[in-house]
Antibody, heavy 119, light 107 residues
Framework: EVQLLESGGGLVQPGGSLRLSCAASGFTFASYAMHWVRQAPGKGLEWVSG????????YYADSVRGRFTISRDNSKNTVYLQMNSLRAEDTAIYYC????????????WGQGTLVTVSS | EIVLTQSPGTLSLSPGERATLSCRASQSVSSSYLAWYQQKSGQAPRLLIYGASSRATGIPDRFSGTGSGTDFTLTISRLDPEDFAVYYCQQYGSSYTFGQGTKLEVK
């Protein structure tokens, strides 16, 4: 059974940093790209970032490029999202999602971790 | 960036009725790189349909997807009480984008 478990969310001041983690199990982790998708309170879904299975290719939404960094440790079956220079508009539930093989869809999602940026 | 516009914003129907949800793209979606997700309150999204018309693993056959180019439709043939949720379409072009969602509520 595929499981994705996010952690690391919390309350942070504007301009601060936070690192999210997503621990995966139930599939061959290194064979799949992983992504982060966020959802502001009461709003829709916004794709944030993605990383290839080997970790050599990364992708970012314009809204976070230069502030967020995605990485992965295939020995630990974990993907990370380092978030710097956080803004109020980054407040959201952050979901970790597994991308389907060779197809641009997200077939498994974690339950999410809440990030609140506020003074 | 391709913008997806979903309609209606809210759809009020009764169990057993047929639901038709629309997703329109600002430009053609290549190779039908279009998916539909269901999100129930307080839960993560769940993949329903990919490639515009293929059901994901474990999805009941009352869910179906059609369309190509810029116009896509999700149809639920007979609404079950568990189907009342928010539905999002998603595309991949040069980046990933989602529609704003359609809330399917009990009439």
């Amino acid at each position: 059974e595929v499981q994705l478990l996010e952690s690391g969310g919390g309350l942070v001041q504007p301009g601060g940093s936070l690192r999210l983690s997503c621990a995966a199990s139930g599939f061959t982790f290194a064979s799949y790209a992983m992504h982060w998708v966020r959802q502001a309170p009461g709003k829709g879904l916004e794709w944030v970032s993605g990383i290839s299975g080997g970790g050599d290719i990364t992708y970012y939404a314009d809204s976070v490029r230069g502030r967020f960094t995605i990485s992965r440790d295939n020995s630990k079956n974990t993907v990370y999202l380092q978030m710097n220079s956080l803004r109020a508009e980054d407040t959201a539930i952050y979901y970790c999602a597994k991308k389907m093989s060779a197809r641009p869809y997200f077939d498994y999602w974690g339950q999410g971790t809440l990030v609140t940026v506020s003074s | 960036e391709i913008v997806l516009t979903q309609s209606p914003g809210t759809l009020s129907l009764s169990p057993g009725e047929r639901a038709t949800l629309s997703c329109r793209a600002s430009q053609s979606v290549s190779s039908s790189y279009l998916a539909w997700y269901q999100q129930k309150s307080g839960q993560a999204p769940r993949l329903l349909i990919y490639g515009a018309s293929s059901r994901a693993t474990g999805i009941p056959d009352r869910f179906s997807g059609t369309g190509s180019g810029t116009d896509f439709t999700l149809t639920i043939s007979r609404l079950d009480p568990e189907d009342f949720a928010v539905y999002y379409c998603q595309q991949y072009g040069s980046s990933y984008t989602f529609g704003q969602g359609t809330k399917l509520e009990v009439k």
